[in-house]
């Protein structure tokens, strides 16, 4: 009898020591599956996860999971290249826009130096009010869209306090027809980071136009030490959720004055290109768009 036992527990022995090797040889086939699974979404590549494992459910797994990431792959091929000629097209289109539209704006010139009646002038107020309207919009189109191809742009070491200074300068002249007077605070300590110049000054000018389209009168720029800067202005026509709106391309607020809605989308996607954190928020019915530039390197 003790004999018998003894053999019992020895083939139990043997059987969890067995089910055990089992367990562990399933915990590395489904590890090796989890990690190439994450390797084959970040990568554009149509190699098939391949597992040490020899069990058949965990094989058929891998098999499942290979069939649907081709599917994967198709679908993100034909979506990049319908994105693509998306881009190409509207691209193109809006460049051969621009020549018409700036012969319709020439002509427009002449016709106002002529005489006219007030209901005529009127008229012609409001054509050349649309015409611009639909240039400006053709020209912000034609620059989304080059910016969102997604060349990669040279970098330089910039000052921010410089750059900001810059671009607030170059808008002194609508600064003064929108009778507004910024209070600028720019910190002395110089901040230094790795940009595109062109590009940052298309961020800046981009956020400064919508403050003086939805500005009630006002605008603040601060610039902290750490080259944290905040564009401010009072907005009573905003909302928080309207704020959070925009940066959503072709998104204007009504009261906006020829606006098309990318001048913000473009300014987002440049930050993000640059590693640049961009967000806007709004309190006490003011709305603050908030720059962050972490320190960098080459």
Not at 30 to 49: K, V, Y
Not at 63 to 91: H, M, P, S, Y
Not at 141 to 150: D, E, H, P, W
């Given at each position: ?49 391949a ?25 993100r ?12 097209a ?42 611009q ?28 306090n ?95 004055s ?7 989308a ?30 960098n390197?080459?």
């Amino acid at each position: 009898m003790m004999l018998y036992l003894e053999i019992l527990c020895m083939a139990l022995f043997a059987i969890c020591l067995l089910l055990l090797w089992k367990i562990a040889l399933l915990r590395r086939a489904a590890g090796e599956i989890h990690r190439e699974f994450e390797e084959r979404l970040s990568e554009d590549t149509n190699t098939p996860i391949a597992i040490s494992s020899r069990d058949s459910a965990m094989r058929l797994l891998a098999a499942g999971i290979n069939r649907q990431l081709r599917l994967l792959n198709q679908e993100r091929r034909r979506f990049q290249q319908g994105d693509r000629e998306l881009k190409e097209a509207v691209t193109g289109i809006s460049h051969d826009l621009r020549t018409p539209l700036t012969a319709i704006l020439g002509y427009l010139d002449l016709l106002e130096r002529e005489e006219h009646t007030e209901e005529t002038r009127r008229y012609l107020g409001m054509v050349r009010n649309r015409t611009q309207a639909l240039a400006d919009l053709t020209e912000e189109l034609f620059r989304y869209f080059i910016t969102a191809s997604g060349e990669e742009e040279e970098g330089e070491w910039l000052t921010l306090n410089d750059v900001l200074e810059e671009s607030l300068a170059s808008y002194y002249g609508a600064f003064v027809q929108s009778r507004i007077l910024p209070r600028i605070s720019i910190s002395e300590e110089k901040a230094e980071r790795f940009l595109n110049r062109s590009a940052l000054m298309r961020i800046f000018g981009n956020i400064i136009s919508n403050s003086l389209k939805y500005s009630d009168g006002d605008l603040s720029v601060t610039m902290e030490a750490d080259g944290t800067i905040v564009f401010s202005n009072r907005a009573r026509s905003l909302s928080p959720v309207l704020a959070g709106k925009l940066f959503e391309r072709f998104y204007t607020v009504e009261t906006g004055s020829r606006s098309t809605g990318l001048g913000l989308a473009i300014a987002k996607q440049l930050c993000e290109r640059m590693g640049v954190h961009i967000r806007a928020d709004y309190r006490e019915e003011r709305l603050m768009i908030t720059l962050y530039f972490p320190e960098n390197a080459p």
